[in-house]
């Protein structure tokens, strides 16, 4: 019983910020990496960031190094994706995921939509 509510996103003028939340349940937080991915409409899905189970080491795509920071509070089993410096092609749905099943785990995602 796995579950992923991404929330946080919302219509951000470019060179904004925003910081999007993932909220886990069903599974034991501590023991996973935790990443998140965007989509936008018509095209795949996109890696953005990765941090480790204990929060110590942080990968990003090369599109989001510099301006995005991925973090985690194992205490209240959140992770956090604080995004600055937005811009129009960050606009995607946001989902954050785990290793803890195969399949992945989908939460509903959460819109970011970057304009003027």
């Known amino acids: 019983q796995e579950q992923l509510v991404e929330s946080g996103g919302g219509l951000v003028q470019p060179g904004g910020s925003l910081k999007l939340s993932c909220s886990a349940s069903?599974?034991?937080?501590?023991?996973?990496?935790m990443y998140w991915i965007r989509q936008v409409p018509g095209q795949g899905l996109e890696w953005v960031s990765i941090v480790s189970n204990g929060g110590d080491r942080t990968y990003y795509a090369e599109s989001v190094k510099g301006r995005f920071t991925i973090s985690r509070d194992n205490a209240k089993n959140e992770v956090y994706l604080q995004m600055t410096s937005l811009r129009p092609d960050d606009t995607a749905v946001y989902y954050c995921?785990?290793?803890?099943?195969?399949?992945?785990?989908w939460g509903q995602g959460t819109q970011v939509t970057v304009s003027a």
């Open positions: 995921n785990t290793f803890a099943r195969a399949q992945g785990v």
């Open positions: 069903g599974f034991t937080f501590v023991d996973y990496w």
